[in-house]
């Protein structure tokens, strides 16, 4: 069983940055594709990016490409979400999730989830 936390959300201003991080309880975490995820009030989880175990590969979501990044620290078992040029329309709470081979957009194939960390951008 992989346990996941986020951190790091918050409430920022428009135009603003955050780095959300996702931190594994599994010690196996480098074989582990991960992909961050939001879900805004009254809408579908959706996705926002993801990253493969050696983090040779990513992928985002259009809304997210240019101002989000993506990135692992397999020695530290930690996932990042870097997001710049925050929008009013990022708000949502974010989640992480884990799973030991898919790394793909689709939020039904991941299998470990976190709890989510909200993140409020006011305009």
């Known amino acids: 069983q992989v346990q996941l936390v986020e951190s790091g959300g918050g409430l920022v201003q428009a135009g603003d940055s955050l780095r959300l991080s996702c931190v594994a309880s599994?010690?196996?975490?480098?074989?582990?594709?991960m992909g961050w995820f939001r879900q805004a009030p009254g809408k579908e989880r959706e996705f926002v990016a993801s990253?493969?175990?050696?983090?040779?590969?990513?992928s985002y979501a259009d809304s997210g490409k240019g101002r989000f990044a993506i990135s692992r620290d397999n020695t530290k078992n930690t996932v990042y979400l870097q997001m710049n040029s925050l929008k009013p329309e990022d708000t949502a709470v974010y989640y992480c999730?884990?799973?030991?081979?898919?790394?793909?957009?689709?939020?039904?194939?991941?299998?470990?989830w976190g709890q989510g960390t909200q993140v409020t951008v006011s305009s």
């Open positions: 999730a884990a799973d030991s081979w898919y790394s793909g957009a689709r939020a039904s194939m991941y299998r470990y």
């Open positions: 599994e010690r196996t975490f480098s074989s582990y594709a």
């Open positions: 990253i493969n175990w050696s983090g040779g590969s990513t």
